[in-house]
């Protein structure tokens, strides 16, 4: 009977073993896949086809930025629009590019009072102002606690043996992109190439956006204490450029005057302001984008030729221009774009 209480436990022994070794072995391997598809960037990002999606980039971009801070003396805040800045073409700065989806001047402020902490003081930032944190409700902040609280990020191994970081490397290599935006293996956000039938179509063209379009021009503040963070750095801001269908659809929501003057609050407080949304001749072509809002690589690359030199026929110089002579000129080519557009299209019907 003993002998058989003994053979039980050791089988159960053996059994508990097995089963604790079986364990061990899928979360190693859930680690060494993780750590190949490397969704968050701690290591090089996707070594295995080298295409990153950007699942969670409040936290991606962070975890790549911090053991590489002496690396760099410039930064880029700013939205999945500005994450398409091409930051490799800024002469005399190494700039890394914090930019974020939906990102808002409150997120970065949260960051930029983090990297401070840490010891950054950049000599150059660019911040892109986003038309839509002006209008309607005030958007939630989405950033990562230990931005909030202070502390070190995640450890890679915590990260990268949860099914979370499994999900988002399975996805990765099915090709299930949550965006049109994709990170090469430069860390270098890319647009993904379309088909022409998906070239942007502005359906509806000059009808008002849709409400809520009330302006806060309050929320200028959070650009303008993000400027003051960095008082030794050169700032630079600007607004993206954006399809003159947009903006004409926003004009005649009746808000325009009002969002203008909330922008030239923020433009005072930078070094530099430029504007790409006024209606130019990127802005009236429907190449170079697939939304009207977010534009190629490519095309960001004369956008930021134009930050660089601090002026460009593609943009509206705040600083060399009062409020009152900008709002006209919106004004103005507003009303040239539509109607030429419109007689445009009339004379396609006929």
Excluded at 217 to 241: D, H, N, Q, S, T
Excluded at 294 to 320: E, I, T
Aim: hydrophobic share 40%; charged share 25%.
């Amino acid at each position: 009977m003993m002998g058989l209480k003994v053979r039980s436990k050791q089988r159960l022994r053996t059994y508990l073993g097995w089963l604790a070794a079986t364990a061990g072995l899928i979360v190693a391997a859930c680690f060494v896949f993780n750590c190949l598809v490397d969704p968050l960037w701690y290591l090089k990002g996707n070594v295995l086809t080298g295409v990153n999606y950007p699942f969670n980039e409040r936290l991606a971009t962070v975890i790549r930025f911090l053991p590489r801070l002496r690396d760099y003396d410039c930064v880029i805040f700013g939205t999945s629009r500005g994450s398409l800045l091409p930051e490799e073409k800024i002469d005399g700065y190494r700039c890394y590019n914090l930019s974020v989806s939906d990102g808002q001047a409150s997120e970065y402020l949260l960051y930029a009072k983090y990297l401070r902490e840490h010891g950054f003081a950049p000599r150059l930032i660019i911040v892109d102002v986003k038309r839509a944190e002006f209008i309607g409700p005030e958007q939630a902040v989405e950033v990562p606690d230990f931005i909030r609280t202070g502390g070190a990020p995640p450890s890679i191994l915590g990260s990268y043996v949860s099914l979370d970081a499994l999900d988002f490397s399975i996805r990765t290599l099915r090709g299930d992109a949550p965006h049109h935006r994709y990170y090469d293996a430069d860390f270098r956000a890319q647009l993904e190439i379309r088909s022409k039938r998906h070239r942007y179509d502005p359906k509806g063209a000059f009808e008002p956006e849709p409400p809520p379009f009330d302006v806060h021009a309050e929320r200028a503040a959070a650009y303008i204490e993000l400027r003051r963070l960095f008082p030794e750095a050169r700032a630079i801001g600007y607004i993206p450029p954006e399809s003159a269908w947009r903006i004409a659809g926003f004009s005649r929501t009746g808000q325009l005057d009002a969002y203008l003057a909330a922008i030239a609050q923020v433009a005072a407080a930078y070094d530099e302001f430029l504007d790409f949304s006024i209606p130019s001749a990127l802005t009236e072509s429907k190449e170079g984008t697939y939304d009207g809002s977010h534009y190629m690589r490519a095309v960001n690359a004369r956008v930021l030729a134009g930050l660089m030199a601090n002026q460009s026929d593609l943009a509206v110089d705040w600083h060399k221009e009062d409020i009152a002579a900008i709002t006209a000129l919106y004004h103005k080519r507003l009303a040239q774009f539509m109607e030429t557009t419109t007689e445009a299209e009339a004379g396609a019907k006929r």
